[in-house]
Each structure stands twice: as structure tokens, then as C-alpha cells.
């Protein structure tokens, strides 16, 4: 299996199925009749992120991956979004840049350096190492904390949603 394989289009469906998830929780609310803003301040626990939060490091770590396995730089964003609206608007341009990156750009990235600095902590990968135990990891971390969030809530999704078609 190629890191390209492995990641770029394993990256577009987890966001693919992030926004159908938000779709889902966003429609929810309103049929429901309750500001959509109840689910979008939602945490599991009173230390964990809320929902917005969530998505954007979803985003972040997949594009920031992809840029740093592809030795290329990422887009930015401003982690501003406040909405249902605004966050997968966010998904549809991580989506964009993900699918811009190719095979090509990935084909030696496997046995590439990764350093990532941290306060107080520098981190050191291969390629490899980065996106199985670093990248994926945390995708599907915020991924599912995502999905826990509007499920917790409510929201009528199941082990399918999250999955995809």
C-alpha cells in the first residue's frame, strides 16, 4: 500500500463523512426547534473541546499532514468558524487542498524526516511513523469525538454515518 493510499483518500472520506455528520446535526436542530448553537457549544466533558474545535483540528491535522508528507506548504485558516455553515465550508477547502496533493509528492515521504516542535518537546518521525502514529491517530480522535458529541446530543446518527457509504 502506498502513503498516498494510506492517507489522501482515507483523509477525504473521513471529512466527507464529517460533513454529512454535520449536515445531519445541523438539520437536526432545526427540526427540533433549538438554536443550532446548542450543538455547536457542546463538549463531552467540561475540559474537552467543543464541537467547532473539534472539526478544525480534524482539518488541521489532515492538512498539515499531507502538506508535511508531500514537503509542501499548507493552507491556513483562522479557526474562526461559528457555524454549521462555516465549518464545512472549512471541510470543502481542506478537501480541495487534499485533492491537489499527489501520488508523485507522496512517493518517498515514507522514509522522510518529520520534526514536529512543541512547548517544551520536539517530536521526530519517518514518514511512515507520522502519518500511522501520529496523524491518523488524532484524525480519527477528533473525528469520533465529533461524532460522539452530536450523538450525545441526540442527533439521530449511527456507526454508518461515521463509516460512509
Request: aromatic share 10%.
Given at each position: 500500500?502506498s502513503?498516498y493510499?494510506a ?66 506548504a ?68 477528533h ?5 460522539n458529541?452530536?450523538r450525545h ?13
Amino acid at each position: 500500500m502506498s502513503m498516498y493510499s494510506a492517507s489522501i483518500p482515507v483523509f477525504i472520506r473521513g471529512l466527507q463523512n464529517l460533513r454529512g455528520l454535520l449536515a445531519k446535526g445541523h438539520a437536526d436542530a432545526l427540526a427540533r426547534k433549538f438554536e443550532p448553537a446548542v450543538l455547536l457549544n457542546a463538549r463531552l466533558a467540561p475540559d474537552m473541546l467543543a464541537l467547532p474545535r473539534q472539526v478544525q483540528i480534524a482539518t488541521d491535522m489532515v492538512k498539515l499532514g499531507a502538506a508535511r508528507l508531500a514537503d509542501i506548504a499548507a493552507p491556513s485558516f483562522e479557526d474562526t468558524e461559528s457555524s454549521f455553515e462555516e465549518l464545512d465550508a472549512r471541510i470543502e477547502k481542506t478537501i480541495a487542498f487534499l485533492e491537489g496533493v499527489t501520488e508523485a509528492q507522496l512517493e518517498f515521504c515514507a522514509t522522510r524526516t518529520i520534526s514536529l516542535k512543541f512547548p517544551g518537546r520536539e517530536m521526530e518521525f519517518s514518514g511512515a511513523d507520522y502519518l500511522n502514529l501520529f496523524v491518523l491517530p488524532n484524525f480519527y480522535f477528533h473525528l469520533t469525538t465529533a461524532y460522539n458529541i452530536l450523538r450525545h446530543n441526540g442527533v439521530a446518527i449511527g456507526k454508518r454515518d461515521f463509516l460512509g457509504a
